[in-house]
């Protein structure tokens, strides 16, 4: 079964730094999604890209998309103390009527202040 | 409008006993969808609803889970009899129909067996 691989597994950097995740994965997609869990609450959505899209800014966030290495990166420019979170990135397969998303391990980002 | 919201966000049980989860999803969304984390290990998929049939429920672990969605709307899932592998945070997401668009999720149910 597909699965999204991050890496880092844990990322710690200082406030106004960037902070770059990668994912990979195994199969073909329709989409892929990446996800935010601040601790102890839900997964927050950040941004959706789609697998005929290479790339794609959200405010802070930039997400890239290259089908052909079946890898996506999220990268966070000028991080803040508040971005401090665990970062997922999620795939998307169609199968008839049935998209279901799969999450990888994650990335823990801390970013001190 | 109200998000997904899913009860209790607590539960300690012991081994052995029953538990349900209750999800509200987002009105008029037909995907629901269940997923587990346990301590600090990777989201696993359980199940998806559309509307009120399984779509999948190939990421139910045992027969000891059973879930529902009554009428298309809100849906539980039951623990019985409980054991300790089952601790961790179960999340609810709903979306609305198509292939692009995002999943809303609960804030999780975290359960404890001890």
């Known amino acids: 079964s597909q699965q999204g691989e991050e890496d880092p597994q844990a990322l710690s950097i200082q406030e106004g730094e960037n902070a770059t995740m990668n994912c990979s994965y195994k199969?073909?997609?329709?989409?892929l999604q990446w996800y935010r869990q601040n601790s102890g609450r839900g997964l927050v959505h950040l941004i959706l890209?789609?697998?005929?899209?290479r790339e794609k800014h959200s405010g802070r966030l930039r997400v890239t998309l290259d089908t052909s290495k079946k890898s996506s990166s999220l990268l966070i420019t000028a991080s803040r103390a508040a971005d401090t979170a665990s970062y997922f990135c999620?795939?998307?397969?169609?199968?008839?009527?049935?998209?279901?998303?799969?999450f990888g391990k994650g990335t823990l980002l801390t970013v001190n202040p | 409008e109200a998000g997904v919201t899913q009860f209790p966000s607590h539960s300690v049980i012991e081994k052995g006993q029953t538990v349900t989860l209750r999800c509200d999803p987002i009105?008029?969304?037909?995907?629901l969808y269940w997923y587990r984390r346990v301590m600090g290990k990777e989201i696993k998929f359980l199940l998806h609803f559309v509307k009120e049939s399984k779509q999948d429920e190939s990421g139910m672990p045992n027969n000891r889970f059973l879930a529902e969605r009554t009428g298309g709307t809100y849906s539980t899932l039951k623990v019985q009899p409980a054991e300790l592998e089952d601790s961790g945070v179960y999340f609810c997401?709903?979306?609305?129909?198509?292939?692009?668009?995002?999943?809303?999720f609960g804030q999780g149910t975290r359960l404890t067996v001890v």
């Open positions: 009105s008029g969304h037909d995907n």
């Open positions: 199969t073909s997609i329709n989409n």
């Open positions: 890209i789609r697998s005929n899209e």
């Open positions: 997401a709903s979306s609305s129909r198509g292939q692009n668009t995002e999943a809303f």
């Open positions: 999620a795939t998307v397969l169609r199968r008839g009527s049935n998209y279901k998303l799969t």
